[in-house]
Every structure is written in structure tokens, then in C-alpha cells.
């Protein structure tokens, strides 16, 4: 057996301390680019707390789905801005991430709609008549 052992990079190359990798392009995100993805969460933040609270919309379920829209966009920022993930980076294993969590997240809300709305229709009393004799 040898005795010789190289570190990846280092050793009889002469190489430097620092690490080159040939990984492709590596998404760095500037002071700006932290800035705008900051921005961003808060507006999608502030208007639907601002659909809510002025009541901009007649119906309750418009509500919701645009409130939904709205945190589905602004996982999306947060995954583009912060997580850097895009379709190039780490060879497209972010894009598969990417898509993977947006099928979760779809997943998880409509289960809860659902689950929300069948929770709703089952338990609450059909009528004035059923809620009198409730005990």
C-alpha cells in the first residue's frame, strides 16, 4: 500500500489554497439581488393582508385562491432569490427540487382545502331546526 495521499486539488500539483471547481456557473446573489427578493416578499406579503382586511372581494373563495396565488408566487421569489435555484445551477438537480416543491405545496393545499371544506359541511348544522336541538 502507499503511503502517498492527496486531497482533491492539492498535493504534487502545486496547486494554491484555493478551490477551483468546475461545476458550471454558480449563482452568487449581490447586495441587490437580496434587496429585490426582499422587496418582493414584502409586497406579496402586504397585499393580501390588504385584500383581507379591506374586504376587496365579495366572496370569501375568490379571497382565498387569490391569497393562494399570491403564496405560491412568493415561494417562488423566495426560491429564485434566496435558494438560487434555477434551471442551469447544479446541473438542473435545483430545477427537479424546484418543481418537486411546487408539487408539495399544491399537494398540501388543496388536501387542507379540501379537508377544511368537508370538515365545514359535515360538522356545522344544515339547519335552524338541527342547531336548537344541538345539546
Do not use: C, R
Not at 35 to 44: E, K
Not at 90 to 119: C, K, P, Q, R
Request: hydrophobic residues 50%; glycine residues 6%; proline residues 4%.
Amino acid at each position: 500500500m502507499s503511503a502517498h495521499i492527496e486531497t482533491a486539488g492539492h498535493g504534487a500539483h502545486g496547486h494554491d489554497s484555493h478551490d477551483h471547481h468546475d461545476d458550471g456557473p454558480v449563482s452568487h446573489s449581490t447586495f441587490k439581488g437580496y434587496m429585490t427578493g426582499f422587496v418582493l416578499a414584502v409586497v406579496l406579503t402586504a397585499i393580501p393582508f390588504w385584500i383581507v382586511m379591506a374586504k376587496v372581494f365579495d366572496k370569501p373563495n375568490t379571497t382565498a385562491l387569490v391569497i393562494l396565488a399570491f403564496a405560491v408566487v412568493q415561494i417562488v421569489v423566495h426560491m429564485v432569490y434566496f435558494l438560487h435555484m434555477d434551471a442551469k445551477s447544479e446541473g438542473g438537480w435545483n430545477m427537479l427540487a424546484l418543481i418537486f416543491t411546487l408539487v408539495v405545496v399544491v399537494i398540501t393545499l388543496a388536501g387542507s382545502l379540501w379537508v377544511m371544506y368537508h370538515m365545514n359541511t359535515n360538522m356545522m348544522p344544515h339547519s335552524m331546526h338541527d342547531m336548537k336541538n344541538m345539546p
